[in-house]
Nanobody, 113 residues
Framework: QVQLVESGGGLVQAGGSLRLSCAAS??????MGWYRQAPGKQRELVAT???????VYVDSVKGRFTISRDNAKNTVYLQMNSLKPEDTAVYCC?????????WGQGTQVTVSS
C-alpha cells in the first residue's frame, strides 16, 4: 500500500524559510511534487520533479522554492525561502506512478506578516 508522509510545516515569519519533506512507501514514482490549497482558493500546483530530476515550478514561487528528491529514499523535499503571507496554505505531497496519483494528508504552512 502506498503511503506519503509529510513533515516540516509550521509557522514562520515573512522572509523566513521552511523545508518540507515527503517520504513515500512503495516503488519509485515517475514524478513527485507538491500542491497547496489556501482557504477559499483552489488547489494549485507548486512544484513537481521527475525521476530524472527535471523540476517545474509555478511562477509565484520561482526563485524562492526549490524542489529536490532522493530516489534511494523515495523522498521529495521542498525548500521554501523568502516566504510570504500569500504562501500560507496546506501543502500536500503528490506522487505519480504510471497513470495513478497518490496524495499525502497535507501539512500546514502559515506565514505571518
Amino acid at each position: 500500500q502506498v503511503q506519503l508522509v509529510e513533515s516540516g510545516g509550521g509557522l514562520v515569519q515573512a522572509g523566513g524559510s521552511l523545508r518540507l519533506s515527503c517520504a513515500a512507501s512503495g516503488r519509485m514514482f515517475n514524478a513527485m511534487g507538491w500542491y497547496r490549497q489556501a482557504p477559499g482558493k483552489q488547489r494549485e500546483l507548486v512544484a513537481t520533479i521527475s525521476s530524472g530530476g527535471v523540476a517545474v515550478y509555478v511562477d509565484s514561487v520561482k526563485g524562492r522554492f526549490t524542489i529536490s528528491r532522493d530516489n534511494a529514499k523515495n523522498t521529495v523535499y521542498l525548500q521554501m525561502n523568502s516566504l510570504k503571507p500569500e504562501d500560507t496554505a496546506v501543502y500536500c505531497c503528490w506522487a505519480l506512478m504510471i497513470a495513478r496519483s497518490f496524495w499525502g494528508q497535507g501539512t500546514q504552512v502559515t506565514v505571518s506578516s
